[in-house]
């Protein structure tokens, strides 16, 4: 549901008319706008706002853990139409316990690398991605660094 | 917790002939090749000299910065963020500095503003030079990188006079500026810029008529506008592609709105267009770094806020208040309110936008960069796809990455 000051907000208001169900929070800080979406319709809603909305830029794809609050995972987006000169932020909650969820690269090709990304340093799978595999951490890494059960330093010998 | 799913191997090259009854051959470029600037490792499928398949593999630079910004406090984190892209230091030391100063609230005052816009504008001099010199010695155009690290070296004199360092300079500050501005800089800047332009004239005659330059770059690297912005490319690549893109027009920060100034375009959208919108753009730099410098205002260099800028030095010797203050923020830091920002500013090579998610502590939940070298480096494929191998080197050059600001 969206909270009773975004229904001014063209854009919440028009993926909110798009897909009622999809938005589940939102909320406008600081100048930015920030949408939670339900992670299953997280592609469909990215295509809304690109092919209706103009926003023809996927601007990044990143997470955040949570640690050890459930569900664990945010991963959030942001997007930027050039036409309208605005920019939104996406953020779907994704648990813990074998975390997955849709890929946006049929969207954007652009997503492929920030989504390799997400898998490598969070371990946050994409279904559907075309090349799933670790790009920063050597191939046979351990672990998901970034994740905040993750040591920021190696143990001691 | 999921398997990591291994690399699929690279395909074997074919054994049957092809069209050019040659046989398929896997070339790998880098990670230690002088024109790859850096650490990037290109993995090409040649036909004869034609480039069937292109596969980049990044990452031997990660060094983990973003988790690192997790466990140091807010205003250690600038530190950090100059060794991301090491060769606009000011320009990451800026966004970060930008994001956390949205999420305290904090007013700047203008002479901070405008100081740190004049030392950003030289530092898109200094990154711009150091692509061309290096952008001209890998097409084969030697001296160009000698004029180019002249002017660099006075850049870096500048960066030494005001911070104390050439290149890891952390001279902005959350708050403000680290230092006050030294004494003589005003001339010292006023005499570099008076000399800039016909530094850039001489660059040019080198240059933009050169019919081996010319030969070497016009019509190569061509990539369609849509694919651009598909695959995330900014900066002045897109610019060469006739969008008019620019965050310091789009969304003005750090007072950007005062300065008059024009954002270059080209239409040709290959490597010679490439050129000459960052050639201009060092024009157009050269232009904002005076007009701050002719109408710099006075007043204080640093907000003030005392929880969060450290008092000077003469009020810690003498003032109780100042010295808690300047105790507490030195072994703990200052506490940021919950939120999250995006912001984004006009890096040499795009748009470079720091994600910063606070949870009321002293240090970042989790910073975000999101560099304009990774984007651009994505579209690699599709541009040098279907090529020539000679023009790799000048496609890649014209995309001006940094592997730091890419495997950050």
Redesign the interface.
């Known amino acids: 549901m969206l909270p009773e000051n975004l229904k001014q907000n063209s854009i919440a208001a028009a993926v909110e008319a798009f897909d009622a169900d999809a938005v589940r929070a939102g909320k406008f800080d600081r100048g930015e706008l920030t949408l939670e979406i339900a992670p299953g319709k997280i592609a469909s809603i990215c295509g809304f706002l690109k092919y209706d909305q103009q926003f023809v830029r996927l601007s990044t794809v990143t997470a955040v853990d949570r640690y050890p609050s459930e569900p664990r995972f945010e991963v959030v987006y942001h997007l930027h139409s050039i036409e309208h000169n605005s920019r939104v932020r996406l953020k779907c909650r994704v648990r813990g316990e074998d975390p997955v969820i849709d890929s946006v690269t049929g969207v954007w090709r652009g997503a492929d690398w920030y989504e390799r990304e997400v898998f490598d340093l969070f371990g946050i799978r994409f279904l559907g991605h075309p090349d799933l595999r670790r790009i920063l951490m050597p191939d046979d890494w351990e672990g998901y660094p970034l994740r905040k059960d993750y040591p920021v330093t190696g143990s001691r010998v | 917790?999921?398997e990591?799913?291994?690399?699929?191997p690279l395909p074997a090259p074919e054994e049957t002939p092809t069209e050019t009854g040659t046989r398929r051959m896997v070339l790998n470029m880098g990670p230690q090749h002088p024109s790859t600037h850096g650490v990037l490792r290109l993995l090409m499928e040649l036909d004869g000299e034609n480039i069937v398949k292109c596969q980049p593999d990044?990452?031997y630079l990660?060094t983990?910065i973003?988790?690192?910004f997790?466990?140091k406090n807010y205003q250690q984190a600038v530190t950090l963020t100059d060794r991301v892209d090491y060769l606009s230091p000011l320009s990451m030391n800026l966004g970060y500095c930008l994001s956390v100063e949205?999420?305290l609230?904090l007013e700047i005052p203008p002479q901070a503003q405008w100081m740190r816009v004049m030392l950003t504008e030289l530092t898109r001099l200094n990154s711009h030079l150091v692509w061309l010199g290096t952008h001209a010695l890998d097409i084969g155009a030697m001296s160009v990188f000698l004029y180019c690290f002249r002017e660099r070296e006075e850049i870096l004199k500048i960066f030494e006079m005001f911070s104390g360092q050439r290149m890891m300079t952390s001279y902005f500050r959350i708050g403000g500026l680290a230092l006050q501005p030294p004494r003589g800089w005003h001339e010292r800047i006023k005499k570099f810029l008076d000399v800039f332009p016909s530094r850039i004239d001489e660059y040019e005659n080198l240059l933009t008529n050169n019919r081996i330059w010319i030969g070497r770059t016009k019509g190569v690297g061509f990539i369609l506008l849509e694919?651009m912005?598909?695959?995330?490319i900014t900066g002045p690549m897109l610019r060469a592609a006739g969008?008019k893109?620019d965050a310091r027009k789009?969304?003005p920060y750090s007072s950007y709105e005062k300065f008059n100034f024009d954002v270059p375009t080209r239409t040709e959208n290959d490597v010679y267009a490439r050129y000459l919108v960052r050639i201009e753009e060092m024009r157009q730099s050269t232009k904002i770094a005076r007009q701050a410098m002719e109408g710099m205002p006075g007043g204080p260099w640093k907000a003030d806020a005392p929880g969060i800028v450290l008092p000077d030095r003469e009020k810690m010797k003498t003032q109780m208040e100042a010295l808690i203050y300047h105790f507490k923020i030195v072994t703990e830091g200052f506490r940021v309110p919950e939120?999250?920002?995006?912001q984004?500013i006009e890096s040499p090579r795009g748009?470079l936008?720091f994600?910063v998610?606070s949870n009321g502590t002293a240090m970042p939940?989790?910073v975000?960069m999101?560099t304009p070298s990774?984007?651009n480096l994505?579209a690699v494929p599709k541009m040098v796809q279907g090529t020539l191998i000679a023009d790799v080197i000048a496609s890649i050059g014209s995309m001006d990455f940094v592997l730091g600001d890419t495997?950050?």
């Not at chain 2, 990591?4 to 699929?8: K, M, Q, T, V, Y």
């Open positions: 917790m999921a990591p799913i291994a690399e699929p990044i990452g990660h983990g973003e988790k690192e997790e466990v949205k999420l609230a694919d912005l598909d695959l995330g969008m893109i789009d969304a939120g999250e920002v995006f984004i748009e936008g994600y998610v939940y989790r975000h999101r990774f984007g994505q495997d950050r």
